[in-house]
């Protein structure tokens, strides 16, 4: 767990973490509200790959969620990062939906 811990404290806080350009995360909020689904970016395909590369270190996989509150009306995006590869299976999907 402490290399874990250590590898995402690097994400943000690393020597490099200030030379990167995080445009990942608007592109996913940006997609999810327009879908209306979850999006999963995941480092198996390339440009999945590149996404995560440029963005953030050691990231495999980032998945956003939608989520609208009907009394304020008011919509924002849950977006989850791993510094493992997650597979999406269909009751991950419908359990973040």
């Known amino acids: ?3 874990v811990r250590n590898q995402l404290m690097d994400v943000y806080y690393g020597e490099t973490s200030s030379e990167r350009t995080h445009r990942l995360s608007p592109a996913l ?3 999810a509200k327009e879908a209306m689904d979850v999006v999963w970016v ?3 395909t390339p440009r999945g790959a590149e996404a995560l590369r440029v963005s953030i270190s050691n990231v495999r996989t980032a998945v956003a969620v939608p989520l609208y509150h009907a009394a304020t009306k008011t919509n924002m ?3 989850y990062f791993s510094i493992r590869r997650i597979i999406m299976k269909p009751t991950a999907a419908a359990f973040s939906a």
Do not use: W
Request: proline letters at 0%.
């Open 42 to 44: 995941t480092s198996q």
């Open 1 to 3: 767990e402490d290399s």
């Open 29 to 31: 909020c940006k997609r």
């Open 77 to 79: 995006t849950v977006i």
